[in-house]
């Protein structure tokens, strides 16, 4: 009997278990997201055929690139290739765009992209330009959105983790490049334990050309041996002024995680460069030795060239007197972000349990009445309470990144919380907060770090997903959230998964990016040197064991489609003029066995695939985009005979074609 | 003639003047993959739009590449008209009825040889096609229509008179009325 008993209770248990465990894991799942109102699917659904309202460019993390959606639909629309190599277009393999992964280091494929900025006039984004810094291998690359390519990147010299950068100033006067990691300046072997004698920080100042957006490096701040984070400009009254978040004033070098979060405060650097202008018009500061590379794309000729430059100017708190202050800011901050009246700048402590912000006024008289508490470095340390409007209490925890509207309020993503957290800029007050799924990067505004917000929407970056979408194994992809910040109360609306990890996004309404849009490249303008103007034009020939294949593409057909008389070991370069002068209709071309990618090649352009043949045999080539109807009937042969070989040299197409020997 | 009468043959010439600054004729495909639109428009002396783009597709039917530069009507089409500006400057100087009536003769006949010139154009670009094209039809010709909208494969074609074909048309109509009206109704022959 009794063991009956046992048996049945065990039963009742279990099932009871089974149920519970239903229960809860039926419940977990409800309560994954806030409550949605069902008119979200309305608000992100763009018609099929009609344009979305806004361009995001979304950093691409270590995918080295950079993604440009349309919102509120999240629709992917392209990823520009910047620091890394893409196979699927040939940037970085074709000889033309070889020159733009060009370093002081040699040719680099890859490289870590974080924050993406678009140009601005008069503090609002103009749509011209996009820029976006590399982490690793430290550089700054702008994007011609008329094209939507590459066409500037510049690497700086004396640093090391580009990390907070490419922020810029409000007539895009300049983008900054604040280095993360401090390494000895000039760079040279030393022990690491030797950190606080040798080491450095370094802030670059880099000047844009108003008119072509060509960047020159102005000036470099040499700073006391902090990480130097993230960065924003002063605008309106603050105009002239940049403030560097830095974490790390403990100088350590080693288990950083511990070491780098000792003292309560670190710092916002607060550094006045219309001043500097000043000295460095009085040439102050010292002329340093360095090599660095700047590749600039030339749109007429279709190609890049990479330049060694091997002189910058460095400028040491000293030279600078009254230029650099240090605002103390709680812990290890992250964001320094200034609110689009110039007014306040707030700060995200990654470790901080309140969000300080600052008040530019105070900052002023915080250093005409001399509140100096202390110096580093040479550089004056003010009070914190000096500088201090207010502190925004209870803003989750890790606050991170601070975005505004235009209506008065500020968004703060907290990392370690989760979750967005909006509060009134005047009053500091917390008005609303909302889980993300999972654990918030940076979030972006349209506009929300200019002078003028478009405060529709948030886009919230999350470093996880876990159970968000369909699984794909270990490796799963970030994602972005979109929230609708129009009301009151912020509310989710649309989660979609992104390429790379998106560090961070600017957004702009799309009518200012599309008025300038190229559809097709003139191809009676263009100056590439391996360029064909007639189809009549094309030929082979030879130099040595060079061979240059000057061909033509036109739907649906290569000219010259046959080729004799290459030999194993020659070089071969098919330099390919796309003829079409029609609205997205590239052509592509790839042959058998090369050891390298294919090409896309855009109307009115000339690209160069290089192809070294290892050996005879017959070689098909094609198009690889398709073109037209006759799409899959764009091909050719090439004929390789071995080295020694007599098989003379000839080519044609059709008619024209050699009868060959 | 009539004053009025001499004074709207003065607008009627300078209104054949326009001619040399607005095309003549306007011919637009339709198609899905063009939402941007395609086309092209022929002048006095010339044409422009996105003949490029047309001769391209083109080639697939076999049809010949529209080339300007071998089209000779374009090279004696602007003498033609400047001779016919002149005389209306010598209708009007003169102001004789008979000499109103030789000029809208002239003007007829340049007018219908002209169109009868562009449908035998048009024939010739939709008949003669090269017999390797790629796409073959039987019995499908390419000829686009005088006036009007036709379909041909996956494009519709319009064709139609532009800004200055209209002020052809105009004048035509004016200057026959005037004709008309001088012939008919003002019997008085003045010096």
Redesign the interface.
Known sequence: MRKQYKLTGMLILIVSIMILSGISSCSKKDSQGPMLSGDEASKVYIEPGKWDEFYYFVSGGFSGQIAAYGIPSGRLLRVIPVYSVNPENGWGYTEETKPMLNTSYGFIPWDDSHHSELSQTDGVPDGRWVFINGNNTPRVARIDLKTFRTVEIIEIPNSSGNHSSPFMTPGTEYVVAGTRFSVPIANKDVPISTYKENFKGSISFIKVNKESGDMNIEFQLITPPYDYDLSHAGKGPSMGWFFFSCYNSEEAHTLLEVNASQKDKDYIMAVNWKKIEEFVAQNKGTMMDVKYAHNKWNEETHMGTSEILTSVRTLKPEDIPGCIYYMPCPKSPHGADVDPTGKYIAAGGKLATIIPVYSFEKMISAIQSNQIDGNVGGIPVLKYDACLAGEVQNPGLGPLHTEFDDKGFAYTSAFVSSEIVKWNVETREVVDRMPVYYSVGHLSIPGGDSKKPWGKYLLSMNKMTKDRYLPTGPELTQSAQLIDISGDKMKLLLDFPTVGEPHYAQAIPAELVTKNQLKIFNIEQNKNPYAIKSVNDARVTREGNVVHVYLAA???HFTPDMIEGIKVGDEVYFHMTNF????DIPHGFAVMGNQNSEMLVMPGETCTLKWLPDREGIFPMYCTDFC???HQ?MQGYVRVSPKNSNVELSFGTGNKAPAGK | MKKSTRSLLLIATLGLIAIYFFPFWEIALEAPQYP?GLGFNIWIHKMTG?L??IN?LN??IGMKTIEPDSISELRYMPYILGFLIFFGFIVFIFNKKILLLIWVILLLIAGTAGAVDFWMWEYDYGHDLDPTA??KVPGMSYQPPFIGSKKLLNFVAHSYPDVGGIIVFVVGILLISLLVYEYKFNKVQNA
């Open positions: 036109v739907r649906s079409e002068q029609d609205w037209s109807a006759l009937e | 941007e996105d490029r783009t391209g080639h697939y790629a796409i």
